[in-house]
């Protein structure tokens, strides 16, 4: 591939990172996958899927290290409606919340 193209691929890389959120994180440093947790892993990772798209429609991710899990169990409960969430989503976001969040 000339080089140019593979430069280009690059740039429209990056930018699309930045344009999931908050400066140019990746999404797995915004929102760490949960490969190696234990538990339900199901959940978790539900929860997580929801955390990056549901969570993101209007305002894009926000990187789970931006607030401690007590600061999410308050946000959560107040996007939760916004969010249409229904069954176990809200548990299921809190509980991939716990996992990966300073506390
Ligand atoms: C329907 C749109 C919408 C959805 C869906 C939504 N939010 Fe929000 N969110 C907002 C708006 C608007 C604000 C601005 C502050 C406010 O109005 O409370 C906000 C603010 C925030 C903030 C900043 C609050 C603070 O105290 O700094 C965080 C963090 C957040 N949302 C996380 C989430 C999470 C997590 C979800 C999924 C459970 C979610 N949002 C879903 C609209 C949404």
Redesign the pocket.
Known sequence: MPYSRLKRLLVVGVIGACLFGAGCQSLEEMAPPVTGATGNVSALSHGRS??VT??A???GI?PVA??SYA??QG??T???E??K?VGTDEGD?LAYLRTVSRH
């Open positions: 929801l955390f549901r969570c429609t209007c305002h926000t931006d607030h600061e999410w946000i959560v107040e996007m939760a916004r969010s969430l976001i």
